[in-house]
Structure formats: C-alpha cells, structure tokens
C-alpha cells in the first residue's frame, strides 16, 4: 500500500486566496483526521471524519475552514479566504476500524504558506 | 479534552547519553501512544500502551505506563543521531470518541 498520500506538499500563496488541501487514506481504513501543526501549538485536531461523516469538527478554527469526504478514497480541507495565521503544516491520518490497534498513519503534510 | 503535557520541550543530549522524557495527563488514558515524527515527515506510531505499570521495550527505547495511568515515560539507552526528532504522546482513548489528542512533543537532537 502505497501509504496515506497529501497533496500539495507545499503551498505558498496570497492572503485572501483560497487553499484547498487534499488526502488520500490507506484503502480499507474507517477513519480520517485532519491537524495542524505549528511550533506554537503543536500538533492540533481539525476534523475526523468516520466511514465519510464528519464526526467532530470543534477543532475547526472558524467559518474559513471546511473539510469533505465525498467518498471513502478522498479528503480536502479547504481554506476560504486564507491569513497569515493560517500558515502551518496540515496532516491528514487515517486508521482502521475501531477494535484494531488504532494506530494512526499520517501523510508527509502540506506546507502551507500564506503571505 | 484531555491535556496532554509533555516535557522537557527541548532537549538536546551527546551521542551516547541516555535520557528520559515524560507526558502526563490531566486525566486517566484508557491506552496511551507514543510517535517519533522525523522533519519533513508524519508521525509514526513507536508503540502503544495499555495497562498500568505497563513496560515495553523497543531495542534502545523504554516506555513505561504509570500505576495511574495518567502519566508516561520514555527512555532511550547510548542515544544515536538517528534518535533525533520529535517525540509525542497521544491519547488513544476511546473514552475521547477517537479524537486521538497529542501532547505539545519534546523536540530531540542527539549530536555526534
């Protein structure tokens, strides 16, 4: 399995714009996370989404931000209008179903820059 | 939410040095994950630990469960440069409903 895929890698762009953020579970995994991860606060829940449903969102900073799972194979995270402050390293990790060993496989993340 | 803290935040050791870094909760973990996330990457997943007084080990790295349960450890023996990066615990509660928080991580840098 070729492991949890996040594109793009890096992202620079100009505050206002939109960002959006994609991922691709391990096939077969029930659920999905987003973080974010800044030297300030470390590595932060958004999101996680079961079997496609959003379960949790409190983590979602504001109304700029929104995640979907339109279908078991595909994630985005989309940042609409983007702010400085939204500069950091966005994380998507999938896991098996409960009941399994609920170990968490992250992507290499999304350097987001907004200048 | 549970508050995972996590310390030292910085630590920066010789190679060969042995170390102990720790992560504590405000409350009680049902099970408790340690990751090792390396720059430019993701965390991975070290090992998890269930029971308290728990101890397991992984060539030179020792995790311990408290009694309690609400506190960790982790110990490396003769640290080398390949131990370098950042280390987080994380709550793998069930009791959170899978929202599977991170403690703030202790930042390593073994020198040569």
């Given at each position: 399995d070729a492991g949890v895929i996040q594109s793009p890698r890096h992202e620079v762009t100009e505050m206002g714009q939109e960002v959006t953020l994609r991922c691709k579970p391990i096939s077969g995994h029930d659920y999905l996370f987003w973080y974010r991860q800044t030297m300030m606060r470390g590595l932060e829940l958004l999101i996680y989404f079961n079997n496609n449903v959003?379960?949790?969102?409190?983590?979602?900073?504001?109304?700029?931000f929104s995640a979907k799972m339109p279908n078991a194979s595909f994630s985005t995270l989309k940042i609409?209008?983007?702010?400085?402050?939204?500069s950091a390293v966005y994380f998507c990790a999938s896991r098996p179903r409960?009941?399994?060993?609920?170990e968490l496989f992250f992507g290499e993340g999304s350097r987001l820059t907004v200048l | 939410t549970q508050l995972l803290e996590q310390s030292p935040q910085f630590l920066s050791i010789q190679e060969g040095e042995n170390l102990t870094v720790y992560c504590n909760s405000s409350s009680v973990f049902s099970s408790l994950q340690w990751y090792r996330q390396e720059p430019g990457e993701g965390p991975v997943l070290l090992v998890t630990v269930v029971t308290g007084g728990e101890v397991k080990k992984l060539k030179r790295l020792t995790f311990q469960f408290g009694d309690a349960r609400k506190d960790s450890s982790l110990h490396i023996t003769?640290?080398?440069?390949?131990?370098?990066g950042l280390y987080l615990c994380a709550d793998n509660s069930l009791n959170t409903g899978n929202q599977f928080y991170f403690g703030t991580g202790t930042s390593l840098t073994v020198i040569p």
């Open positions: 959003p379960i949790d969102d409190s983590g979602m900073p504001e109304d700029r609409q209008p983007s702010e400085p402050r939204d409960q009941g399994v060993t609920g | 003769a640290a080398q440069p390949g131990d370098t």
